[in-house]
């Protein structure tokens, strides 16, 4: 399973570069976010049978057997070596080292609960700062889930 979903995501990602369209391109023309337009495209998310037209708009190499690949439960998964990577390192840093303090102010803004991972919305923007250099704008939106009383239901 794991060869198949590389070999659908090199196709997906060479339907992708032979557009010549940015991800920023892309969730413009189907109103995805970014990053869940580049979830799609890795196989890390599942394409909406009400999405699939906009998609193939906005792609239109896309193949009938791609699409319905696409439109299947995906086997979310990471690659442990990504860590390694310097982009995806410095993320998890960050999480990390205010994750307490994120996690803090949640519990006081909202009680005792986490954000879903699932109900999220994520994306990436590019800003100038105050310095006038670039800056990257992650955003993480996720519903707030409380934890629930464990009580006999039987």
Not at 43 to 56: D, E, I, N, S, W
Not at 65 to 76: K, N, S, V
Not at 85 to 111: C, Q, W
Request: glycine share 6%.
């Amino acid at each position: 399973m794991a060869q198949n979903k590389e070999m659908t995501v090199a196709e997906l990602q060479a339907v992708k570069q032979k557009s010549g369209k940015s991800y920023n391109q892309l969730a413009e023309e189907t109103g995805l976010t970014n990053v869940y337009l580049a979830q799609l495209l890795r196989r890390q998310a599942q394409l909406k049978p009400h999405t699939a037209p906009l998609l193939l708009a906005a792609l239109p190499d896309l193949t009938d057997p791609l699409l319905h690949d696409m439109m299947t439960p995906p086997l979310r998964s990471y690659d442990p070596n990504l860590i390694q990577d310097p982009t995806v390192y410095r993320l998890n840093e960050a999480v990390m080292h205010f994750g307490e303090s994120i996690k803090e102010i949640i519990n006081e803004e909202f009680g005792d609960g986490i954000m879903s991972a699932i109900d999220f919305y994520c994306s990436v923007d590019k800003i100038k700062g105050v310095d006038g250099k670039d800056r990257v704008v992650v955003t993480f939106d996720g519903k707030y889930l409380p934890h629930s009383e464990q009580v006999k239901i039987y």
